[in-house]
C-alpha cells in the first residue's frame, strides 16, 4: 500500500547537477517528515536532508549551502536539489517518510502511532 516512488539518481561529474525526486502514495496517516538519506560504501545510513510537518528543514553539514530540498506541487511530493556536487556526496540515497497514525480509543481518546517507511533507494554516483 505504501509507496515511495524515486527518481533523478546517476552518474554525474563533480561540480554537477542531479534532482531527486520522492512521490509518496498510499500513507494511512499525516506525515510528520519526508526527505532523504544516504549510505555510502561500508557506512551506516544518514539524513541528508528532511522537511518537516511545520515546514522546518534540516540538512546535514554536508549538504548545507548545496542541497535544497522543496515540495512539489503534487501532494507529498519532495525534491532534492544537489548543486556543486561532490565526490563524497557518492552514496545511495534514500526517500524516507515518517507518518502517524492515529486510531480513536476510549472517549475522546486517540492512540497514535509513529511509522516510517523506506524506499527501495536510487544510486549517485559522482565522479570524473
Known amino acids: 500500500q505504501v509507496q515511495l516512488q524515486e527518481s533523478g539518481g546517476g552518474l554525474v561529474q563533480p561540480g554537477g547537477s542531479l534532482r531527486l525526486s520522492c512521490a509518496a502514495s498510499?500513507?494511512?496517516?499525516?506525515?510528520?517528515?519526508i526527505g532523504w538519506y544516504r549510505q555510502a560504501r561500508n557506512t551506516e545510513r544518514d539524513m541528508v536532508a528532511l522537511?518537516?510537518?511545520?515546514?522546518?528543514?534540516n540538512y546535514a553539514d554536508s549538504a548545507k549551502g548545496r542541497f535544497t530540498i522543496s515540495r512539489g506541487t503534487a501532494p507529498n511530493t519532495v525534491h532534492l536539489q544537489m548543486n556543486t556536487l561532490k565526490p563524497e556526496d557518492t552514496g545511495v540515497y534514500y526517500c524516507?517518510?515518517?507518518?502517524?497514525?492515529?486510531?480513536?480509543?476510549?472517549?475522546?481518546?486517540?492512540?497514535?502511532?509513529?511509522?516510517?517507511?523506506w524506499g527501495q533507494g536510487t544510486q549517485v554516483t559522482v565522479s570524473s
Open positions: 522537511i518537516n510537518k511545520d515546514e522546518t528543514v
Open positions: 498510499g500513507i494511512p496517516g499525516t506525515i510528520n517528515a
Open positions: 524516507y517518510v515518517a507518518y502517524r497514525v492515529s486510531t480513536k480509543g476510549w472517549g475522546k481518546t486517540y492512540n497514535h502511532n509513529d511509522l516510517s517507511y
